[in-house]
């Protein structure tokens, strides 16, 4: 991906940011998944590490995928959601400040629009998993403030993100949260309140500041609508397993039906063949290759 276009992305959500009304982020998981995400309208789309871990390594989001995978899946992600831009986790930087600095500029370069980090121990669990554990508010500001001081460009955005609720209390998650904003975070998201009661005590101490809900269905946290949270104060809804829960009980469905009955049944939901070439960009690309050649 080239820088002019890397940039692509971080200018766009830098615009979104600006402008009133809540950014709705829904989570990809690949690039396909990505792709169809913008087709639908997407403005901004999230790289769920928790989706990228199951749809690449088929394994649960517990700090399995490296830095350097998830740098890959980034570019591939990037560059299937433009023009919409993408906010990429980046789990705990995969070490200490040195990491989440080099993480940085990995994912900025892969044209991301904004960094996802957050204050877990190492291995880390998704943010609705019991049993997490954080590291010192310190350290954890340490490597906030590494990846400010990493990126090129302002626009590309730092979020912090808090585990600590679960931990040690909404307390302490606030403590933690003033201390990312003073190391120069950009957006604010504080994982996993219990209630809609704590959304709202997120919301009135941040005024002013971008920050994110995190939607998980069956998750610990109230499941509103992004007007809900666009009336509370919120700045982005992100819903990270929406699609990926729903394909994958797809997939479970048409496996079972073809295996069941040696072929795919019919008047099985579907697109065509010819439609997904279409979705993918195949007539533009052969358009492409055909003016090139001539």
Known sequence: MSNSTAMTGAKSLSRLLRRKG????????????????????ATCVYLTGFGAAGSTLGVPDIGLMSATEMADRVRALAGAALPAPLIADGDNGHGGPLNAARLTRLYE????????????????????????EVIPKAEAAAKIRAAVDARSSRDFKVMARTDARSVNGMADALKRADAYLDAGADILFIEAPRTEKELRKVADTYKGVPLVA???????????????????????????????????????????????????????????????????GLPDMLAEAADLDG
């Open 22 to 41: 809540i950014i709705q982020a829904p989570g990809a998981y690949d690039a396909l998944s990505a792709r169809l995400a913008m087709q639908a309208g």
């Open 109 to 132: 370069q892969a044209g991301a629009a904004c960094i996802q980090l957050e204050d877990q121990v190492f291995p880390k669990r998704c943010g609705h998993m019991e049993n997490k």
């Open 214 to 280: 995190n939607m998980v269905e069956d998750g610990k946290t109230p499941y509103l609508t992004a007007t809900a949270l666009d009336e509370m104060g919120y700045k982005i809804a992100v819903f990270p397993v929406t699609a990926l829960l729903a394909v994958t009980k797809r997939l479970q469905d048409v496996y079972g039906s073809l295996l069941a009955q040696g072929k795919l049944p019919d008047g099985e939901d579907r697109v065509t063949f010819q439609h997904y070439n279409e979705l993918i």
